[in-house]
């Protein structure tokens, strides 16, 4: 059997680009995000909002790896946390770096996304693709990814510059709506549809 040509397969370029958006937007935001709160919440308060991000990612993490099957579909799930981390987003920007309460909430809420948006795709290649195509997919996705967020840092701190602390939050959640946009367009019915869902 020969070897699917994952370059010109839809599921696999829609995972690719999902994964590597929404690790963009979640890198750029988390290389900035203590520096974009001291100022409010001071530094001790801005250690503390990052360390409430971290038990957050925890808990999202396990509230998945405990509720969801083999059945579910987890391209709903990876949207599901991206939704939570554009909500997040969307809270940071109503706190207009002033209100202590709505910048913590909006850390969180963006936390709850943040493990499963590296945990959950390898999971999508390995339920939508078999065997080697599994392995090569996973590899390249990673590869990818990663090669990409490496610059998310340095694009978030000019935009810092160029505009205003608050960008970065709008630019967070324009970029992660997109990674939801490229996770529902592929897979297929005869891919994602598994008859489950997160609840299931």
Known sequence: VGRLNLFQDRAFLSLCIGMTLALFAQTGLVAHLVSVLAPVLGRQGAGLAAGALGVA?????????????GASNWRAIACYSLAA?????????????SNPTLMVLGVVLFGF???NAISVPPVIANLE???????????LIVAISQGAYATAPAVFGLFRQVFSD????LTAVVVQLSAVV????????????RGGDILS
């Open 182 to 193: 490229a996770y529902l367009s592929g897979g297929g019915e005869e891919r994602c549809n």
């Open 57 to 69: 990612a925890i808990v999202g993490r396990l509230a998945v790896g405990s509720r969801a099957t």
């Open 166 to 169: 608050q960008i970065i939050f």
């Open 85 to 97: 981390q554009a909500l997040g987003c969307g809270v940071l920007v109503l706190a207009h770096g």
């Open 129 to 139: 693709f078999s065997g080697a195509d599994a392995a090569r997919a996973v590899a």
């Open 113 to 115: 996304g943040v493990g």
